[in-house]
């Protein structure tokens, strides 16, 4: 099996130099993360603030270099790409952010976040050839294309807003998404909508997922694979069935016990915060099978 | 429940309106709903669906270009809607009070977390016209901070130094530092972890029973509201088209949307795939009459559904026209 994307044992910190009175921060703490070619699936890094997600979100985007280990794309590690390389590296590994309302210059319209890429990419010559790829990616995301072209950002509501960002990243046939809270900024009933349209990303076009969010409800839901991450360091890490069905890990129990569930007979918060404050810095479990 | 002797809160037909250049947009319009003394009623809808501007209107805190324009908000006996300025000044905080949506931003930044807690009490009067000594006034500052489960130190600290939920127990603190008779929080923990939200939500709770105060929590994450609230008002486009006990919405929802907001939820029970809700809420624009849920599916009922109870405290908004939709 040939790794697509991989992570070997990174480590990150922030602060702490000669000269700094603060402490250092392991904000990524020894993280290892694989995704094959020949087997594209969802994986999701869960965990809440301050537990390190994004900061490895960043380290897998090649945003950030890491302190230790390092990240490595078809084998060859993000650090030492140049020109070509790096440039197919930012095509084919698409990230998706939190905030959909931060990532559009609010004076143009939504079109150009679609354009532009096609143009930087030169993935189409001609003209129409270009609106033909912005109309097909925009139905896989289940947004009509006439309704959503034209049209200002403010214009669409959070959720065509987020989509539209989903058809962005698509127009560039990207073997890997990663996506970073894509719907915690926007209305429950709609998180379901967009998804389902990366879950069927993933199935019917073979691209991978990486899913970072604080949401377990969510990550049960679309992910094959699971990585719960408490402050920079992985906890527990497994097929979601097991982890989520079966935490062994006191962080990971007490995370499930405090979500909220929609059923008023499903109590919540069974487990005592206070008794298991210190359990939640036992060490991780790793990767576990069943 | 007969209103001279009712105890809590009473919304009669209330209408909170904005004027706009294009016409009037009616963001609440005609709600009515009791809730008893010490329990806790959850409104839910989507962003738009005015349960903000309700929560909003029960404060009196409606800004331009929103007025109420119509209704009456019943505290025990007395509507607050006839105080004068003053008079509606005093009683939030000491009668009606606020949890905000988002403490980050509603503590004032360069005010010591004590000051901002005395500030409310001196301005109600609350030690009378004697001077006080620092001490008596620390010792107040520190058993309200107590109650929310912060430590005494936090007193002296500035709003940047606390953590978001630190921040919600200020607020909360705050909110309680005058044994008001209702709460009402907007979203008050949308911006926290789950770990946090659950700890800072069972401290609301427990001061709220306390106080036997009544609560109205704003939200939309259903999953919070089926866990503490008593009951559920599930609004959309400006009206109230379900309300009951919590156990019975969840069970037996009898709206088609409350059934399709309740489906959209992805649980932890089993795997299945997502429904989202097609389509979107109307505009509220110049709204015509009747159903607005109907217009969402390419149907019309021409007639304003009739507000109907149809078991012992659960009521909804009856269109026959949407009425199988989610079934």
Same mark, same amino acid.
């Given at each position: 099996m040939s790794s697509l994307l991989q992570a070997k044992n990174v480590t990150k910190s922030f602060g702490g130099g000669i000269f700094?009175?603060?402490?250092? +921060?392991?904000?990524?703490?020894?993280?290892?993360?694989?995704? /094959? $070619? /020949?087997?594209?699936?969802?994986?999701?890094?869960?965990?809440?603030?301050?537990?390190?997600?994004?900061?490895?979100? !960043?380290? +897998?985007?090649?945003l950030i270099n890491p302190n230790k280990g390092s990240v490595e794309y078809l084998g060859k590690n993000l650090k030492d790409m140049k020109g070509k390389e790096k440039r197919d590296f930012r095509r084919e590994v698409q990230p998706i952010f939190q905030d959909p309302y931060g990532?559009?210059?609010?004076?143009?319209? $939504?079109? @150009?976040?679609?354009?532009?890429?096609?143009?930087?990419?030169?993935?189409?010559?001609?003209? /129409?050839?270009? !609106?033909?790829?912005?109309?097909?990616?925009?139905?896989?995301?289940?947004? $009509?294309?006439?309704?959503?072209l034209g049209r200002l950002p403010h214009q669409l509501s959070g959720g065509q807003r987020q989509r539209v960002m989903v058809a962005r990243a698509l127009l560039l046939q990207p073997r890997i998404i990663l996506a970073d809270e894509p719907v915690s900024a926007v209305d429950a009933s709609l998180r379901a909508t967009i998804l389902d349209s990366v879950k069927k990303l993933n199935k019917d076009?073979?691209?991978?997922?990486?899913? $970072?969010? @604080?949401?377990?409800?969510?990550?049960? %839901?679309?992910?094959?694979?699971?990585?719960i991450l408490y402050k920079g360091v992985l906890k527990e890490a497994g097929p979601v069935e097991v982890v989520i069905k079966n935490p062994k890990h006191p962080y990971t129990q007490l995370l499930i016990d405090s979500i909220p569930q929609a059923n008023p007979k499903l109590?919540?918060?069974? +487990?005592?915060?206070?008794?298991? %404050?210190?359990?939640?810095? %036992?060490?991780?479990?790793?990767? !576990?099978?069943? | 429940m007969? &209103?001279?002797?009712?105890?809590?809160?009473?919304v009669k037909d209330l209408q909170v309106y904005y004027d706009t250049p294009e016409g009037v947009v009616k963001a609440v319009d005609g709600i009515s709903f009791s809730l008893p003394q010490g329990k806790r009623l959850a409104l839910v809808g989507e962003s738009g669906s005015g349960k903000s501007t309700l929560s909003m209107a029960l404060m009196r805190l409606t800004r331009a270009p929103g007025r109420i324009a119509g209704g009456n908000i019943f505290l025990d006996e *007395?509507?607050?809607? *006839?105080?004068?300025?003053?008079?509606?000044?005093?009683?939030?905080?000491?009668?009606?009070?606020?949890?905000?949506?988002?403490?980050?931003?509603?503590?004032?930044? =360069?005010?010591?977390?004590?000051d901002q807690i005395l500030d409310g009490l001196f301005d109600h009067q609350v030690f009378g016209s004697k001077k006080i000594t620092k001490d008596e006034q620390l010792s107040k500052v520190n058993e309200l901070l107590s109650a929310v489960e912060l430590l005494p130190s936090v007193a002296d600290m500035y709003p940047h130094e606390l953590s978001g939920g630190m921040k919600q127990r200020v607020a909360i603190a705050i909110a309680t530092s005058m044994d008001p008779k209702v709460i009402v929080a907007d979203e008050p923990t949308s911006a926290l972890d789950v770990v946090v939200q659950r700890t800072v939500m069972q401290t609301l709770g427990r001061l709220q029973e306390g106080l036997e105060a009544s609560i109205v929590l704003v939200g939309h994450d259903m999953g919070l509201v089926a866990q503490f609230a008593d009951f559920v008002g599930v609004m959309y486009a400006g009206r109230m088209v379900e309300l009951g006990p919590v156990n019975s919405v969840f069970e037996k929802p009898l709206h088609p949307y409350t059934r399709l907001l309740i489906r959209s939820l992805p649980t932890l029970e089993n795997k299945e795939d997502f429904v989202g809700i097609p389509g979107l809420p109307p505009p509220l624009l110049n709204l015509p009459p009747g159903c607005t849920f109907c217009t969402r599916f390419g149907r019309e009922n021409k007639n304003?559904?009739?507000?109907?109870?149809?078991?012992?405290?659960?009521?909804? &908004?009856?269109?026959? =026209?949407?009425? *199988?939709?989610?079934?």
């Open positions: 700094s009175k603060e402490e250092e +921060l392991i904000a990524v703490n020894d993280i290892s993360l694989n995704l /094959e $070619v /020949e087997n594209p699936k969802i994986i999701a890094v869960a965990g809440e603030s301050g537990s390190g997600k994004t900061t490895l979100a !960043r380290l +897998l985007l090649g990532s559009y210059n609010p004076f143009y319209k $939504v079109d @150009h976040v679609l354009y532009s890429p096609i143009k930087n990419f030169k993935l189409a010559s001609k003209g /129409e050839e270009a !609106r033909k790829m912005v109309e097909k990616a925009l139905e896989l995301v289940g947004l $009509v294309p006439s309704e959503t076009l073979g691209i991978s997922v990486i899913y $970072v969010t @604080h949401d377990l409800t969510t990550a049960y %839901q679309i992910s094959d694979e699971i990585m109590k919540w918060g069974k +487990l005592d915060i206070s008794e298991t %404050q210190e359990l939640l810095d %036992q060490p991780g479990l790793g990767w !576990r099978d069943s | 007969t &209103s001279s002797s009712f105890k809590g809160l009473r *007395d509507d607050i809607l *006839d105080l004068d300025v003053e008079e509606m000044r005093l009683a939030r905080l000491s009668k009606i009070s606020l949890v905000p949506q988002g403490a980050m931003n509603s503590l004032n930044p =360069v005010l010591r977390i004590k304003t559904p009739p507000w109907k109870e149809i078991s012992k405290d659960h009521w909804i &908004s009856e269109c026959e =026209v949407c009425s *199988d939709i989610g079934k």
